[in-house]
């Protein structure tokens, strides 16, 4: 069975310092995963996704995310957090290969201090 | 990306009543779409699985009775909550795969729907 893991359900940093938010997955096969954000009261963006190419996963407002087989691991990173990064990230996992449903993690809510 | 349109926005509705929510692909062919339930600070909850001319797969706890799934074409799917009762209150989502040939399944913007 495919699960996702995040670890931590608050993060909070202080702007200009690294970001990160950590995701453990269980898949049976080579996964997919992906990293949503999503702002209050709004709907979900891609941050950027993994599937099968290379390794450490570049996405958009500099965000970047690596994949590690032998940690079962995905996390997202940023070197630096900017107040509009204050929003909730979810850690995503195809349920099946090949197909587009999706297992969501619990979600990490990122907080970004002055 | 692609883009999926989702409406309303927003809806309130009263109790009793029955309210339905779109799911559009406005430039591409959506073979499968997927509907979510986001309780407040929760995560998203796969509710069920459409494709096109076929009988929605609900996934274990969803009531299909109650939630009424259609995808009578290539790009619309609509989810119809039935006699809505306030713990029905949630953010609903859908999300649509099909002929790009992408890796990755395209969102709606949600809908807030509060029952009163």
């Known amino acids: 069975a495919q699960s996702v893991t995040q670890l931590d359900s608050h993060v909070s940093v202080s702007e200009g310092t690294p970001v990160l938010l950590r995701c453990n997955y269980s898949s049976s096969y080579s996964p997919s995963l992906f990293w949503y954000v999503q702002h209050p009261n709004k709907g979900l963006q891609l941050l950027l996704k993994y599937t099968s190419a290379a390794t450490l996963v570049k996405g958009i407002n500099g965000f970047e995310a690596e994949f590690k087989k032998s940690e079962t691991s995905f996390h997202l990173t940023k070197p630096s957090a900017h107040m509009s990064d204050a929003a909730e990230y979810f850690c995503v996992v195809s349920l099946n290969s090949g197909t587009y449903k999706y297992i969501f993690g619990t979600g990490t809510r990122l907080k970004v201090l002055a | 990306g692609a883009v999926v349109s989702q409406h309303p926005s927003r809806v309130i509705c009263k109790s009793g009543t029955s309210v339905k929510i779109e799911c559009r692909s406005l430039?591409?062919?959506?073979?499968?779409m997927f509907w979510y339930r986001q309780f407040p600070k929760q995560s998203l909850m796969l509710m069920a699985t459409s494709n096109e001319g076929s009988k929605a797969t609900y996934e274990q706890g969803v009531e299909k009775d109650k939630f009424l799934i259609n995808h009578a074409s290539l790009t619309l799917s609509t989810l119809t909550v039935t006699s809505a009762h306030p713990e029905d209150s949630s953010f609903y989502i859908c999300?649509?795969?099909?002929?790009?040939?992408?890796?990755?399944?395209?969102f709606g913007q949600g809908t807030r729907l509060t029952v009163v």
């Open positions: 430039d591409f062919q959506a073979t499968t």
């Open positions: 999300s649509a795969s099909g002929d790009r040939g992408n890796t990755e399944a395209f």
